[in-house]
């Protein structure tokens, strides 16, 4: 069994876009984590209806922002949407080792394949092979393990990685984007259905 445990606790919301963007602005005006999550939790700035809400949904936006260095934050904070999709994306896969050998072992590995689309049976085959060495992943409830997927497949949605119908959609990240992930841990490419890239640049 592998000591590295998976963290499983993405079963609330998908990408949080709107609340990133949100977040990363008010991140260059205080330039403190710690700081940003006070001010949205006692001025409620992302208009949760309950205190517990809203202090989950920070949490969870800020441990994924906080995973981006201060050259990806400006470029988020500059992007367009999709940029900041794809970024938030890489944030998320960051921040959940699972989410990130999922889209490297079946999202990558299916769209090299030329297999167009990915099942929810994609899912529990992968879920169940990675019980073999995660004996974290067998302590999962059946409903747990439904709402996991579900909210997987909202973020790969919300990223246009994946359509409405669970067709692998081809990242288009831009010159930008790409020499920011390349200037960085240049293997978060690796988590795009993309094959324009130089290997090289990998090693």
Known sequence: MSDNRYSMSFTTGGLFHRESVNLTKLYFD????????????????????????????????????????????????QGNHQEQAYLLWIAVCRRYRFIADFAVEVLRERFL????DITHEDFDTFFNRKSEWHLELEQIAPATRMKLRQVLFRMLREADL?????????????????????????KDVLCFPIVEFDPKRLT
């Open 113 to 116: 394949s030329l297999k167009t």
């Open 30 to 77: 205080l330039r403190d984590w710690n700081s940003v999550r006070n001010k949205v939790v006692e001025e409620n700035l992302l208009q949760a209806r309950t205190l517990n809400t809203l202090k989950r949904v920070c949490s969870e936006v800020v441990s994924r922002l906080k995973l981006l260095g201060l050259g990806e934050l400006e470029f988020f904070n």
């Open 162 to 186: 994946l359509t409405a119908g669970n067709i692998i959609h081809a990242a288009m990240l831009s010159p930008g984007l790409l020499e920011l992930v390349y200037q960085g841990d240049r």
